[in-house]
């Protein structure tokens, strides 16, 4: 299972990121696993978001298309909700709301994450 981060999804959607290359290749490895890829609704949010302001609404539009299309989108229930918030508020580092999603995933389902982003990593791996 390769749970999904907005840092990897941006690079991969957006030619302009500076880890668009990367992101493709990193895509194309976690494609040939043949796993399932999982994204919150808070990523999906975010990522679609990011894109309409960095490249523009045809490219966040074609985003939101294809995640719907190709990954398990995961909806939090009212429980998941509270513990993705106690992680929020319970940190000692600045990561966002989306960021505590991301880490109450990886943590729970014990999938790949794919992410640049070095303070998430490093928040997954701290528990």
Known sequence: ????DSSFLVA??????????QALED???????????IISDHVLG?????LLYNADLARSKAFVEYALDNYDLFLPQRDDLSRILDIFLGQKK????????????ARNLHGTLACYDKN????????
């Open 46 to 50: 975010e990522t679609a978001t990011v």
């Open 12 to 21: 991969l959607f957006h030619e302009g990121d500076a880890l668009h290359e």
């Open 94 to 105: 600045e990561i966002s709301v989306v960021d505590a999603s991301v880490i109450f995933l």
């Open 27 to 37: 895509a194309k490895q976690f494609e040939s696993r043949k796993e399932r890829f």
């Open 1 to 4: 299972m390769i749970i999904l």
């Open 120 to 127: 998430l990593l490093k928040q997954v791996e701290s528990k």
